[in-house]
């Protein structure tokens, strides 16, 4: 599929995964996907942990529902409603997890273009994960963002060294289909803004 297609395709999968685990050769071509994107100073900054230990999957499972339960219970009754039904993982599901981190120090102490926008850095790594996504997508692959964990607990079951943040833990794997319309809009969490809504000409009108 072309890019404006896998665009439109991408979701963020949850219940889709099939079960099978993903073969090494599509692993690999979508972490070089990853690999591909650009990088304030040329950086790279991201690192990727491949996580397939049926334990570990299953521990930060627990530990993720602990979150999504907790704030589960921080919503107010019509929000925790129209939660309820919302799946936000898809660990043990996908089978596989790909953890990945930020290194600010990589590049040295003078990064070609972050010396006024230090934020640069952690955008890269998230055009890296775009990438992934839209490489699994064209792959017939789903991937799931999963943001419900606490980073520290995170760091000690994987070993991430202090020197690097946790940026995120996608679910990847095998989908039986994706959804046509976004769960949070489906489930009518909240709807997307129109593209008009979004646009400025010549400054913020």
């Known amino acids: ?23 090494e050769n599509r692993l690999w071509r979508v972490l070089e996907a990853a690999h591909a994107a650009p990088s304030v100073g040329n950086t790279q900054p991201w690192d990727f942990v491949v996580i397939q230990d049926r334990t570990v999957l299953s521990r930060f499972a627990e530990h993720v529902a602990g979150c999504r339960a907790d704030f589960a219970r921080s919503l107010p009754g019509d929000r925790a ?3 309820g039904p919302i799946v936000v993982e898809g660990i043990e599901q996908a089978g596989t997890g790909v953890v990945v981190t930020y290194q600010s120090a990589r590049g040295g102490a003078h990064v070609l273009g972050r010396h006024t926008i230090d934020a ?13 996504w839209l490489a699994a997508t064209a792959e017939g692959l789903g991937v799931g963002w999963v943001s419900f964990y606490r980073e520290d607990f995170l760091r000690d079951l994987i070993g991430v060294p202090e020197s690097m943040d946790v940026v995120a833990w996608l679910c990847l794997g095998p989908v039986t289909g994706l959804q046509t319309v976004p769960d949070l809009e489906r489930f009518g969490w909240r709807t997307r803004r129109p593209l008009a809504d979004a646009v400025h000409r010549e400054g913020f009108r």
């Open 1 to 23: 599929m072309d890019v404006y297609e896998a665009i439109a395709r991408r979701r963020d999968v949850r219940s889709e995964f099939s079960g099978a685990l993903i073969d």
């Open 81 to 83: 409603a129209t939660f």
């Open 120 to 132: 640069t850095g952690r955008l890269s790594v998230g055009l890296a994960i775009q990438n992934l």
